[in-house]
């Protein structure tokens, strides 16, 4: 079955710090990608989709991912990161070449410095 | 448009006892999937539910079930619990995209479920 690696459990930057959360998932095929943020006490919402076409793409509030196929990864960056960015970020993969499921990573816990 | 509802908020259970939490999608997605997320391990796919048919299922036991109405509302209900189905149960809508897979999900404010 499809799986989702997010290697970083818990990050810790200061204001101003450049991001990048890696995502990788376990085999290819035709896959959408996404990135969910969860701010403290509240909902999980969309950061960004690559469903396809070019394979940067912009999300909300300066974030921005890369799809690279031949890695199977899908990371998550920005460039200077905010004391509001605190919050827990996941990836998901849903894999249509398969069974269609959305596959979570087990999320990123980021804490930025004021 | 009204976002995903959940009910109830929070709930406390002992051992033994079953569960039925209850999800409303945004008006016009017919598409709800159920999420587990505890601490550490993410969110986990428990299934998902799509004119009133299970489309997929995820690995939990038989003691999870779900069903759809055909207003798209949807439960979940939890059999005989156990101290470890203590979890953050969350319900996400979402629209079928034409060429196949998921569009972006919606996600409710979750269902706290204690089991003691």
């Known amino acids: 079955a499809q799986s989702v690696s997010q290697h970083n459990h818990h990050v810790i930057l200061s204001e101003a710090a450049s991001l990048e959360l890696g995502c990788n998932y376990s085999?290819?095929?035709?896959?959408?990608l996404f990135w969910y943020v969860q701010y403290p006490g509240q909902h999980l919402q969309l950061l960004l989709k690559y469903f396809s076409g070019d394979p940067l793409v912009k999300g909300i509030k300066g974030f921005e991912a890369e799809f690279i196929k031949s890695k199977f990864s899908f990371n998550l960056r920005k460039p200077s990161v905010q004391w509001s960015d605190t919050a827990e970020y996941f990836c998901?993969?849903?894999?249509?070449?398969?069974?269609?499921?959305?596959?979570f990573g087990k999320g990123t816990r980021l804490h930025i410095l004021p | 448009k009204a976002g995903v509802t959940q009910t109830p908020r929070y709930l406390i259970k002992t051992r033994g006892q079953q569960v039925t939490l209850s999800c409303s999608p945004i008006s016009g997605h017919r598409s709800v999937s159920w999420y587990q997320q505890t601490p550490g391990q993410g969110l986990q796919f428990l299934f998902e539910y799509f004119s009133e048919t299970q489309r997929n299922k995820g690995n939990f036991p038989g003691r999870f079930s779900g069903r759809q109405f055909s207003n798209s509302r949807s439960e979940m209900n939890v059999s005989t619990l156990e101290l470890g189905d203590s979890a953050l149960y969350l319900c996400?809508?979402?629209?079928?995209?034409?060429?196949?897979?998921?569009?972006?999900?919606?996600f409710g404010p979750g269902t706290r479920l204690t089991v003691l």
């Open positions: 085999y290819g095929g035709t896959v959408n």
């Open positions: 996400a809508s979402s629209q079928i995209l034409l060429a196949g897979g998921y569009n972006e999900q919606f």
């Open positions: 998901a993969v849903n894999d249509l070449s398969r069974d269609d499921k959305i596959i």
